[in-house]
């Protein structure tokens, strides 16, 4: 006799008690691809939960989540509030992309979307879109209620700067 050589991880175990190492990376990999849609489930869920907290109202609200975009469909009572339903959702940790799905039963004109840089106010922000800086209130006014104070934005979130009649 001497010393014969394996590979210790080749084969199924003795008597086939157990798995090889690759039906147990195969199991892993499914149960985290199933947790992953559970998460993703899980964070739709809560979003819609916060619109209707925001009382933004859209009828057959649903959110699907996929990897980093947001699917969103239903029926928005205006444009406003479609535009604020994609805001909230686009701002939320983990999401890159919504594709708006949404349908409007009052049809107004779309606003613009601007995402805040570094040293970015309401101000400097309502100066390059209105030409007048005072103007700020009417940008916080419509990212209400995910606005509560004027002075509160940061880099990278995304704001409406809705049309105004001059």
């Given at each position: ?47 819609e ?33 479609k ?15 919504v ?26 922000i309502?100066?390059?879109?209105y030409?007048?800086?005072?103007k700020y ?10 606005l ?19």
């Amino acid at each position: 006799m001497g010393i014969f050589s394996f590979i210790k991880n080749a084969g199924a175990k003795v008597f086939g008690i157990g798995k090889t190492d690759a039906e147990e990376a195969a199991e892993a990999a499914a149960a985290a691809a199933e947790a992953k849609l559970k998460a993703e489930a899980t964070a739709a869920s809560n979003l819609e939960e916060t619109v209707r907290d925001l009382q933004l109202e859209v009828e057959n609200l649903n959110i699907h989540i996929a990897n980093d975009t947001a699917t969103i469909t239903g029926a928005a009572y205006d444009q406003a509030t479609k535009e604020k339903v994609v805001l909230v959702v686009g701002n939320s940790a983990g999401i890159a992309t919504v594709d708006d799905q949404m349908t409007v039963e009052n049809v107004e004109p779309e606003a613009k979307f601007h995402t805040v840089e570094s040293g970015d106010t309401l101000g400097k922000i309502a100066k390059t879109y209105y030409g007048n800086a005072m103007k700020y209130p009417v940008i916080f006014e419509a990212n209400k209620p995910m606005l509560k104070d004027p002075d509160l934005i940061y880099p990278g979130q995304v704001l409406r700067i809705p049309h105004i009649e001059e």
